[in-house]
């Protein structure tokens, strides 16, 4: 009886251990969650280089008649690598692909010369005119336009210079200035770096004591120098010409805006020292003087 129970215990020992042998290895792993990897968006810079467009026109006899060459500023959005970004592979690329296209619309506008016909259709009149007068021809018309570039990490400002002669007395210069926060993708006008009027009140304060000045060295009062209402003219700067360097911020009037075309164009500059106690955070960030 005892061998008989030793027996049976046996038998069913080995039963037990060969079907715990078979769930393991017939039973599949457990699968574990894949936890997805957190990389930090690609860092993407943009860049800011120089264009050229040029453009001529003559009358069927091989006058001149019109021609324009402008150099303008282009943005594209590079990668850390320096590869340009042309079609975003992150959200971060879509952004900065964005930012760029608002700020190259801007000067596409001066790229596509839309006006250039005009000009031409004008020149051909004119020569006609000329002929059948029997007048010198003082062609070709000329439109120009140079730009200079100065960017930082927050911001890019462009200053430019255009140039147009279209058969008057003599060529006209226009002074030109845009600002564009990189930050939000947008252009902006200086006073929004202040709250209220700080910076409107202190750069008209300074501009109109610079004007006194330079009207003082040339042994005249300020409204003989300058147009009679050049304080309101001054008043409202932040319409003119602004733009934004190393050195701080200048605000440029043309020919005729300020002042009599004789005598030329006016240009005022005000250091970061002094325009900072004026800025709100923004404008403190956007000129890079935040600590």
Not at 63 to 74: I, Q, S
Not at 211 to 220: H, I, K, L, P, V
Request: hydrophobic share 40%; aromatic share 10%.
């Amino acid at each position: 009886m005892t061998k008989l129970l030793a027996l049976l215990m046996a038998l069913l020992l080995t039963a037990c251990a060969n079907i715990s042998e078979t769930d393991v290895k017939s039973d599949p792993a457990p699968e574990v969650p894949a936890v997805p990897v957190q990389t930090a968006p690609s860092p993407v810079h943009f860049t800011v280089e120089t264009g050229f467009w040029e453009d001529t026109a003559a009358a069927e006899d091989g006058t001149p008649l019109a021609e324009y060459t402008f150099t303008l500023p282009v943005m594209s959005v590079r990668r850390e690598d320096g590869t340009v970004v042309e079609n975003a592979e992150t959200e971060t690329e879509r952004k900065a692909l964005e930012t760029a296209a608002v700020f190259n619309e801007k000067f596409g506008k001066w790229a596509a010369a839309e006006e250039f016909g005009e000009i031409v259709e004008a020149a051909a009149e004119h020569l006609e005119q000329c002929r059948e007068w029997e007048l010198e021809w003082v062609g070709p018309y000329t439109l120009d336009l140079n730009c200079t570039i100065y960017q930082t990490e927050q911001m890019i400002s462009i200053s430019g210079v255009y140039y147009s002669f279209t058969g008057g007395a003599h060529p006209n210069t226009y002074l030109l200035g845009w600002n564009f926060d990189l930050d939000t993708g947008e252009f902006f006008d200086a006073k929004a770096l202040s709250d209220g009027t700080a910076l409107q009140d202190h750069v008209t304060e300074e501009l109109t004591h610079q004007a006194r000045c330079r009207a003082s060295e040339e042994d005249m009062v300020p409204e003989q120098m300058f147009w009679e209402d050049y304080e309101s003219i001054i008043a409202d700067w932040s319409s003119y010409a602004v733009s934004f360097d190393e050195s701080g911020m200048t605000v440029a009037f043309s020919p005729y805006e300020l002042a009599a075309y004789a005598a030329g164009a006016q240009e005022f500059t005000l250091s970061h020292e002094e325009l900072a106690p004026h800025l709100n955070q923004r404008g403190q960030q956007v000129l890079g003087l935040a600590e």
